[in-house]
């Protein structure tokens, strides 16, 4: 039976979160929920979807280069947006990360995720080797 690795940055806040930022199974990754904090804790991009989707990616990639993987063996992401009005804000960005969108996706709508300045929150699935 293969062993469970947690998977943490060496940032500030993820020695205080309580929690892994992400765990590696086998050749599996599973990312926490990412939402927009720089790695001091600091909310990024208070009220721009853009720039706080820019940071929970450039989140998930830095728990996923942890085992070694990319963006590119991502093969699952569950999304939660605030306001669905915003929705093409978040995607237009998610588009970047994923040009060839060869990922399996949700998007989840919730009134309010655990701090209200977040806008956005994303948790992956990757499994190592998955992007070429």
């Known amino acids: 039976m293969t062993k469970k690795q947690a998977l943490n940055p060496a940032w500030p806040r993820a020695a205080k979160s309580g929690f892994a930022m992400g765990m590696r199974v086998g050749d599996t990754i599973y990312v926490s929920g990412q939402v927009s904090l720089d790695p001091d804790g600091r ?67 919730s009134p309010r995720l655990v701090k209200p300045e977040y806008l956005v929150e994303v948790e992956a699935i990757a499994v190592i080797g998955a992007g070429g």
């Open 43 to 109: 909310t990024v991009g208070v009220g721009d979807m853009t720039v706080q989707a820019r940071q929970v990616f450039a989140n998930i990639e830095a728990v996923l280069a942890e085992a070694d993987a990319t963006m590119a063996d991502v093969v699952k992401i569950t999304t939660y947006v605030t306001d669905m009005a915003r929705y093409a804000e978040y995607n237009a960005v998610r588009a970047e990360v994923f040009p060839d969108a060869l990922i399996a996706s949700a998007t989840v709508t």
